[in-house]
């Protein structure tokens, strides 16, 4: 066969180009390999660690904060705070000598001070305020957790102190500052921004005072951020410049990461384990994940309001045959509505064995016979369920073993959740991703009686258990509220408004280069504190 | 000739009319709205709710919201999307010219040898050359992207370790887009090694990408070469003494392209449809991924404008073939 010159270039080219190969960036350049595109950098404005993990952890700070690693909070951009013994009134002393960011599109002419908290605290609860109606947009975290309801003020008493007035207790208030759409904002350059009618920038060209400063970003490829080098907690700065390469595939983040492309991978699949754990140049580290998948007893329909029902559908679910098949064994069985690393968490509690004939009985008891019904299965993967349609087939396959006829019926994501919250389903899998590090956060947002029609897809509404959530809310002393908690926990078990099935793992692969890395039970990916060898 | 291209386009502007009520009917059909969407699992309160519908427009009838939508069409405005906040026609030009480049590069690729391919299996017929070049063109076409473009990263780029893995150049070079085609903007900014880089990076993407054309193109053009090279006018060519290639390339192929032009328009559009799969797998950040994302965020917007400026493109393709006709038959031009 005779080449055509366009043959020969191309090979040319090929054999030329076999010698290069793509390398890590050098010095003390981390790159990350994320798993999608923020879709901006206003962390209130969204609800997903994608869009959190570029904003809220790279560039801003908040006035509490986590510990690394941890549900606990520590102090941040305040240094202090003081509760009135009633609990509506918070008094925050903040830090002095912080700066925020000097960039190209803004030069900060101050510190950061009161005019910046009392600003990003307005901006959220005030529909009315300048801003939102220079800018439009929702805040749906802040609403989701009762703030702009529940903050009746934000006051500035001096330049480093600001008070916050509640109008009801909320025993989680210092938690949910340390939540990502609490992210402290410039005063100063919102007013920038609103001077130059430009307030939608906010947006796009953020400015906090956090340990990365914002530098660019091109969708669906690359953001990059510079070190702050005027970071008020320089001992948590190791890195130069920070880097997310956006992967959207989980194989293909593995290869990068073999390959030297990146140096920290999130979600990877659990079928690429085994091998990263044999490559002598990755670590995998893992934490239980701070989730819940369950499967859901609609306690409003016959015969669901039934105990000996739902007890009797609760043990006839081999949760250990689950856990092998859909979370592929990366999942723990769960037992309580809530995950073992949340404060408050019963170990006292048992599951029912699983037991066959013993369901069997329980139904006979219940006066119930040839049971059929429809299982909701999810048609998207979550994290705390990472196939609900495997999940569904094999329930269906365990209760049709006690005679159970179980259908399973799927819909949109959307769709899905709007009619489980109207109550349409008879049994659902559904889950949860804690927010907040506070128990109230598992238990009254998925049991509580205020939560019917909303997330308590069992539509649950039970006295004794309720009292003793809502009397815990009120509570400062920890030790008190997790008394009551426990005690809930007890009742849950016993009532079995849903059957809790996993936990399931979370899994960071990273080159062993990286040093001081720790797992966020919140689902957050953060660098600050983190080295590379 | 103008009264070709008038007629053309004549049929054009009821084909845009309906390519957005199709684009509007079509996303607003799916269950779900964008603010179910993007707040899951979390609470929601309905007064909340209501007012972002409000903020949205999307509480209006369909109807409505379609006038409006086409009202701003005319004036050309194509929307804002509604995740980002912002206008959808500068997303779709920040992100085009990568899928334009990844697309040009991926066809020239299914060309160079979709057409050496067709043309050496049309000359030796029959023997196993033939049946090897065939063989290895159906295997191509029936390859699943997805799973081409994996297998591919593995084996040249970790194994091999040839090419990088995924995206459009090395994390370390900081490419301000100019013109948006990294091939161009590398050799604008000067820096050392950039150009080089961004090469690299375009090459499983286009073979990937490429390998269906590349398959048709191949079998398309053995068909027509078989045809031709059967026609009295070779057999006149060769009797004159003609060099075989010069009989082959420029009396046969040049009358064998007509249907391969053909299938080159039509695989326009399946090229935008592949660019979706091989743009994620290699981390491309290119339209086709932006318009997957859109449909999960129910992002209307820019759904409707994504499939209207993606439509508008191929029929323009597809009217750039027609008058290639012309310019390769002198035939056709001459009839019209």
Redesign the interface.
Known sequence: MRRTPSFLVLAAAVAALATGSAVAASGKTLIFCSEGSPAGFDPARYTTGTDFDASAETVFNRLTEFVRGETAIRPGLAEKWAVTPDGLNYTFTLRRGVKFHTTPYFKPTREFNADDVVFTFQRLIDKNHPFNKAAPAQYPYVTDMGMDTNIAAVEKVDPYTVRFKLKAVDAAFLQNLAMSFSSIQSAEYASQLLKSNKAGLINTQPIGTGPFVFKSYQKDAVIRFDANSDYWNKKELLLDKLIFAITPDASVRYQKLQKGECHVMTYPRPADLKAMQANPKLQVPQQAGFNLGWVSYNTKRKPFDKVEVRQALDMAIDKKAIIQAVYAGAGQLATNPMPPTQWSYNKSLKDAPYDVNKAKALLKKAGVENLSFTLWAMPVQRPYNPNAKLMAEMIQADWAKIGVNAKIVTYEWGEYIKRAKAGEDDTMLIGWSGDNGDPDNWLGVNLGCSAVGGNNYAQWCYKEFDDLIVKARALSSQAERTKLYEQAQVIFKREVPFTPIAHSTVYMPMSKQVLGYKISPLALHSFYGVRLK | MIQFLLKRLGVVIPTFLGITVLAFALIHV????PV??????????PT?YR??MH?LGLDLPLWQQYLHYLGNLLQGDLGTSI????PVLQ?FL??FPATLELSLAAMGFAL?FGL?AGI?AAVKRGTV?DHTVMGAALTGYSMPIFWWG?IL??VV??HL????????I???Y?IA?ITGLMLIDTLISGEPGAF??A???L?LPAIVLGTIPLAVIARMTRSAMLEVLREDYIRTARAKGLSR?RVILKHALRNALMPVVTVIGLQVGTMLAGAVLT????????IG??LI?AIGA?DYPVVQGGILLIASMIILVNLLVDLLYGVINPRIRHAR
């Open positions: 799916i269950p779900g709205d179910l969407v993007m707040l899951g699992e979390r609470n929601i309160d909340y007012e972002a903020r995740k980002t906040n912002i997303e920040a992100l160079v050496a050496v050359v994996l990263i593995m780029s970790v370790g040839l090419t990088p893995v995924s995206g459009r090395d994390i370390e900081d887009p080089v880089s090469l690299e990076h090459i290639s743009e994620t797998i290699f981390s491309w950040p290119g991924k932006w994302d129910r």
